[in-house]
């Protein structure tokens, strides 16, 4: 049987592990643009060195990292540039959306909330599409995963049930044990789960730089490019670089595969064929292969913001020796809002050092400034409702996209919501500044799918519950393109755990 896959991110990543851990010979297709030399070298040598040997310059660049000038992390360093390119030529309202467009994709960037969802929490996918926990244990398989059994258990099945190897700060296990005082029914609060090395007897363990944000410069954060580089050693793999999958067919149950690379279009016929494109990439290659033109298409998101907060830390100002990443997370549900709504909590990291000019002041001032950043926390929220955010997304007959952002309700949303997470938070000593809460720009949000969702519903705007397009046998649509609905949390997990599920019910089909 000839197999492909299409694309290396996340969900590549999920069809590749089941098809390497079942011995399957297969070809990968991917554009395989990775960071420039410079950013390589940068990785190379901080990694290279212990933290307190860093010089000034490579800080320089690392410090540089954060914008908050467009409300986004930009999580530039050693991960592609790519990402942040511009897909359309025609947009309204300056819609953009950033796509993933690099080996490994998304995954250079991603760090945590690696939550296994329970179908409480997908509440709206239809039941058979729902994973199982034996999805998400084999997609990680071969991956360090961190996590510690608490509250969240019901929302979020534990998965290795191994108490965290996470060296938390001290302020951390404080606000931590604050959060359990005012866990009800339809508020929970936990630890965050994460596929991050805190194992501190292997090379690539995290060694608490400070600069977590920035993507690791030890490579303890995940990262399915240097897996999937790994996987391109093995005799069954053959990896095809610089491919850009254009459409699709079949021809008596044969898929014929549209791939162009430097201009020159060339056909690929297999068997099965699985397509994690992205899912900007994947709704624009589905609509060119049904013809879907001047059809609006919708792209749903989960909207996204930061709350800064003030809290009375009187804990020692620990930075730079700790992990950044947050610890603590909650979730919620309110009676006018039908999803969970994920939150969590980040203690003094590089990026609020940056945004008040830490790193440019002289030492004397430092210890003063100190003593007042610790106190400054930030709560960032997703809210993951389908019918209120979303691009509308157009396939024009010559092959130019138009895309138009669409925002239901956005401002009443955002500040009942902004409302409860203060009003909550209050309880336990937290004071919110809701004056300088920045709503993540619309054009840089990165919980994008649900163009094409799995249903049992049959027809040209719907996937079956195998991630099949309408009429298609074996043409897999595997990212988050398919997802009947977007969560308020775990979604890049949930790519993954996806992937080999349809990459698996497929198989076992034949």
Known sequence: MKIAVIGTGLSGYGAIQYLIQNNLEFDIYDVGERENLE????????????????????????K??????????????FGSEYIYKNLSSSSKNNAYIPYSHALGGYSNVWSANAFALDKKILNDWPEESILNLNDYNEVIKNVEYDE?????????????????KKKNSEISEYVFNKLKKINSKNFL????????????????????????????????????????????????????????????KEINEKVHLSLKKKG????????????????????KIIAKSLSLYDKELKIKYALSFVI????????????????????????????????????????????????????????????????LIKKFFTVQIQVGFNEKFYYSFILKKNHSIEI????LELKSISKNIEKFVSDRLSKIGFITIPFFTKITSLDDNY???????????????????????????NTHIIDSTSFPSIPSVGFGFLCMANSYRITKSSLRSV
């Open 39 to 62: 950013i390589q070298d940068l990785k190379k040598r901080l990694k290279n060195s212990d933290t307190k040997f860093w010089k000034k310059e490579d800080i320089s660049l690392l």
């Open 64 to 77: 540089s990292f954060s914008n908050f000038k467009n409300k986004i992390i930009r999580k530039k360093y």
């Open 148 to 164: 510690e059994s608490n509250d969240f258990k019901n929302l979020f099945p534990n998965l290795k049930s191994e108490k965290s």
């Open 189 to 248: 609060s936990g630890k965050i789960r994460s596929l991050i090395n805190y194992n501190d007897k292997t090379k690539n363990s995290c060694n608490y730089c400070g600069f977590c944000f920035t993507g690791c410069a030890y490579g303890s954060i995940f990262n399915t490019k240097d897996e999937i580089l790994n996987f391109l050693n093995k005799k069954n793999v053959n990896f095809f670089n610089s491919f850009e999958l254009i459409s699709f």
């Open 264 to 283: 020159e279009v060339h056909i690929k016929v297999y068997d099965k064929v699985f397509i994690g494109a992205g899912a900007v990439n994947t709704t």
């Open 308 to 371: 800064p907060v003030l809290f009375n830390n009187k804990f020692k100002f620990k930075w730079p020796n700790l992990n950044t990443l947050p610890s603590n997370a909650f979730v919620f549900k309110k009676d006018d809002l039908k999803n969970w709504i994920y939150g969590h909590i980040s203690e003094t990291n590089e990026l609020i050092l940056n945004y008040f000019k830490y790193f440019k002041i002289d030492s004397f001032l430092k210890k003063f400034l100190s003593s």
């Open 404 to 407: 138009e952002r669409k925002t």
């Open 447 to 473: 919980y994008l799918g649900s163009s094409f969702p799995m249903s049992k519903t049959k027809n040209n705007y719907n996937l079956d519950l195998i991630g099949r397009p309408f009429g298609f046998r």
